[in-house]
């Protein structure tokens, strides 16, 4: 029995890059390979922030950050992490995966996305996402 003071803290998830509600009704899951993301840029709080570019990875389906660079998949931008995802635990270990939702039919502003999308990443959205 653990009688000592135990604290547990909350993200809040901010989805103030969204310009509206259009899209969101129709979010499909995804499994996030968490070890495409990184901890300081993606997941400063334990939590993989709402409004990440996402790509998905051509071997096993799963998807992480959008990067122009990759060749695994990632370098075409197919949507943005809808709500953020816990990925470390209160014990302090990060999941290797993680299931969250995708909006793939959007109106974004783009100043407030936490990770900038680069041109070619808005071509490959371009007939889903209204970038303001």
């Known amino acids: 029995m653990n009688l000592g003071l135990i604290t547990e803290s909350f993200s809040q998830d901010r989805r103030d890059w969204l310009a509206g509600a259009h899209g969101t009704d129709i979010v499909p899951s995804v499994t ?25 990875i051509t071997t096993g389906g799963t998807y992480g950050p959008y990067d122009d660079t990759a060749t695994d998949g990632r370098q075409t931008c197919v949507g943005f992490l809808y709500t953020g995802v816990e990925v470390v635990t209160k014990r302090g270990q ?19 996305l936490p990770v900038a999308v680069d041109a070619a990443g808005k071509v490959d959205l371009a007939s889903r996402v209204i970038f303001v």
């Open 94 to 112: 990060t999941l290797s995966s993680a299931v969250g939702s995708m909006l793939v039919h959007c109106a974004v502003k783009e100043s407030k």
């Open 32 to 56: 996030l390979d968490v070890g495409k993301f990184t901890a300081g840029t993606h997941y400063p709080d334990g939590y993989i922030v709402s409004g990440i570019p996402l790509g998905k």
